[in-house]
């Protein structure tokens, strides 16, 4: 494929991320800023608490497939501007996209398994 | 009035092949305003050491062969005033990021077959209207100005030098061939940019550019290849989605009916 | 006159030519930070989904994992993730919209003193700067609080 579409579908997680992951963020960084301590928003309970919303399982979907592809695509740049050869970048970018997608499913799986553990504690 | 003078020390990088030498020799001289880094060079090599090498031609800031680092920046030579550096002590290394021939001589090769991978010329799809016109291009002032700064380019280097994707990357295109292909691409003669998608689009081409910035900071005729890049970022994007088509210059017939007044002479026959 | 011994020769800069910039402008330095915290927030990426994994082994082992992740040696870490991020993110801002040509101004006659693009966006740098600072402030303050 073509590194434009490559690279536009990068610029296109990152305008993803700029929502998904600065919501994921604010939530788990800042909300003692809003009287919620840190100690509250990860416990057991809010983790399923928030698990319930099928917005949020979706958006951590999106986000788990943005972010890995903008962070490895472009981990995949810094490596492959050193001098490493036409074989080893080649074997970079495949080592890579098999991180990728097995932290998506890994990934995935377990927000999967939250949502239906949140669903059946209800 | 008397000119300021000023001692000044130059450290100047040595490297001459095969004789082991490799390291920097200082220099000390009077200097008088005005006095540009390329003159001083000229002194040193009259004066203190004739086996100092280094290129230059015209030394006015057009030949672009001058480029080298003065005090850890990419310059020319030539448009560099000594005193104005501010410093007591110059260093003058050979450009970044190319081979050294000798001393303060780059080898240039990569520069040169980098701007021709792009095909740095009109490339139309009647190649023939090129060779042999029959009339002109139609094109108007607006249309010349988006791409006329871009055409400045002296080919000295600096942007290379600069650049800091060079500095791992030897197949990357680099900031002064990316520029030009734009200024082609850009150029309403031209309808060459889908040919040059070959080299652009791939991976050490127009998007291992970062917009760090160095080029245009490093440019001395003020081309900002850096922009020139991101405008072909996205005419190459835009392109690739299928999303832009290019209307080309129009050919606008030599007037066939015209006739020169009499008095006017017959101009002489041509010779090439 | 003997030369110095030991003086690096020309050529290719290697990956120190990512990280020393000379006197290079301001977004020379974001380019460097931007590589840098990027990598290190893809490899935190990883980390970071093996880590809440942890948690389909019920409650007990989470709210301890959690508990881990109180103590300071943690909580820096933690910050350092959130400031790479809010700097990633900003700085990332900047440049989706100038490698789109946005920000950048119109080709114009080159004409000493030169205007470039990366002089003439510089207002937009310092404006996305000066907000990710105030974004680590505050995640400071939500961290360590």
Known sequence: MRESRFWALSMLAAVVMLVVLTAHMAVMHLSPLVGVSLETTRSFAAVLDRARSGVQTWGYYLLLAAALYHGLYGLR???????????????????????????????????????RLAASGI | MEARRETVTFRVFRYIPGDGEKGFRSYTLEVPEGTTVLEALHIIKEQHDPTLAWRSSCRMGVCGSCGMLINGEPRLACQTQVLHLGSKVVELRPMANYPVTRDLVPDLSSLFSKHAAISPHILRPDQREVDSPTGEFIQSPAELESYLQFSYC????????????????????GPQALAQAYRYSADTRDGGLDS?????????????????????????????????????????????LGKRRRRLARVSPLPSEHVPSEKIPAAPPRTA | MRPEVGARAGGRLGPKGWVYAGKYSFERYLYTLHRVTGVGLVLYLLLHIYETGLRLRGEVPWEGLMRLF????????????????????????????????????????????????????????????????????????????
């Open chain 2, 196 to 240: 040059r998608r070959g080299v652009l689009d791939r991976f050490h081409g127009v998007f291992q550019c970062h917009m760090a910035g160095a080029c245009s900071a490093a440019c001395p005729k003020g081309v900002d290849p850096a922009f020139a890049i991101q405008l072909l970022k996205r005419e190459v994007v835009l392109r690739g």
């Open chain 1, 77 to 115: 740049g810094v490596i492959l501007e050193l001098p490493v050869g036409r074989a080893g970048a080649r074997a970079v970018t495949v080592i890579l996209a098999l991180v990728g997608l097995i932290a998506f499913g890994y990934g995935a799986y377990v927000v999967a398994e939250t949502a």
């Open chain 3, 70 to 145: 109180t103590a300071p040696v943690f909580k820096v870490g933690e910050f350092l993730v959130f400031a790479g991020f809010a700097f990633h993110a900003l700085n990332g801002i900047r440049l989706l919209l100038t490698e789109f040509g946005f920000f950048l101004g119109r080709p114009s006659q080159p004409i000493y003193p030169y205007s470039t693009s990366v002089r003439r966006h510089r207002p937009l740098s310092y404006v996305l700067m000066f907000a990710a600072a105030v974004f680590i402030v505050l995640g400071g303050f939500g961290i360590f609080s």
């Open chain 2, 154 to 173: 002296i080919k000295c280097g600096l942007c290379l030098a600069a650049c800091p994707t060079v500095a791992t990357d030897p197949d990357f295109l």
